[in-house]
């Protein structure tokens, strides 16, 4: 694990990406993002 004052380098790299969809229930949207404000995530 990282220490609270040990420098983090991020290398992003270009790669290709490609767009993609998917069919998600409304239901299972609605408590993903209810699990994630509990857990403080956007």
């Given at each position: 694990m990282n220490q609270p004052n040990e420098a983090t380098i991020l290398n992003i790299k270009?790669?290709?990406?490609?767009?993609?969809s998917?069919?998600?229930?409304?239901?299972?949207?609605?408590?993903?993002?209810k699990i994630a404000n509990n857990q403080d995530m956007s």
């Open positions: 270009h790669r290709p990406s490609e767009d993609v998917i069919s998600i229930p409304k239901d299972t949207i609605e408590s993903l993002k």
